[in-house]
C-alpha cells in the first residue's frame, strides 16, 4: 500500500489543488492532504477553517481514499509518521521550479526515503494562485471556475465579515 502527502498551505484550496490530488487519488492507495503552516505567508483562513473547505471539496468530488490532516514542523517528519513514501507537489509553469525545485532536494538530504513527484498542473489552471483567488475576491471579482464553489462562499463571507468587499 502506497501512502502519498499533498503538503501546502491551501489558503484556500484552488481547482488548481483539486485536480493534482484527484490526480495523485488515481495513482495511490491512499493520499493525505497535509495542511501546514508557511511562515513566510499571513493565513487568510485559520489551518480548521481551510480543513473544513478542503474536507467538504473532497466529499463532494467523491474521493473515497483521500483524507485531510493538519501537521506541524518538517513535512517529511510528517510523511514518516503517516508511513507515506511519497510526497505529491503540483507545478505551474516556471513560477513554482526553484522554490519547488529546492524544497525537494532539501527534503531528499533530510529524508533519502521519501521522494517527491511533481505533476505538471492543468493546463487550464497553469496561472492560478490561492492569492490570484483572494485578490479577484477582495476586489468585487467573480473567481467562478477557479475554485470549488464552497470556496466562493466562504471567501465571500470572510471578507464581509471583515467589511473589506468593495472598500
Ligand atoms: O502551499 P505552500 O505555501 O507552498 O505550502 C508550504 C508548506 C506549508 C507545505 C511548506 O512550507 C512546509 O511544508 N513547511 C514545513 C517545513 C518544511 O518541511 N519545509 C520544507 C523543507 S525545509
Known amino acids: 500500500m502506497t501512502i502519498a502527502i499533498c503538503p501546502g498551505s491551501f489558503d484556500p484550496v484552488t481547482n488548481g489543488h483539486l485536480d493534482i490530488i484527484q490526480r495523485a487519488a488515481e495513482i495511490f492507495d491512499e493520499v493525505i ?7 513566510g505567508k ?7 477553517e481551510r480543513i473544513t473547505l478542503i474536507k467538504q471539496v473532497i466529499r463532494e468530488a467523491r474521493l473515497t481514499n483521500v483524507r485531510v490532516d493538519r501537521f506541524h514542523g518538517l513535512q517529511v517528519e510528517y510523511a514518516r509518521a503517516q508511513k507515506a513514501r511519497v510526497i505529491v507537489k503540483g507545478l505551474r509553469a516556471l513560477s513554482d521550479f526553484e522554490y519547488e525545485f529546492q524544497m525537494a532536494l532539501t527534503n531528499k538530504k533530510l529524508a533519502p526515503d521519501i521522494e517527491t513527484i511533481f505533476m505538471m498542473t492543468a493546463n487550464e489552471y497553469s496561472f492560478l494562485s490561492s492569492s490570484m483567488v483572494k485578490e479577484i475576491v477582495f476586489f468585487g471579482g467573480n473567481p467562478d471556475g477557479l475554485v470549488p464553489p464552497a470556496v466562493v462562499t466562504a471567501l465571500q463571507k470572510k ?5 473589506k468587499i468593495n472598500g
Open 42 to 48: 499571513t493565513p487568510f483562513f485559520t489551518v480548521e
Open 33 to 39: 492532504v497535509a495542511v501546514g503552516h508557511n511562515p
Open 159 to 163: 471578507l464581509e465579515k471583515r467589511g
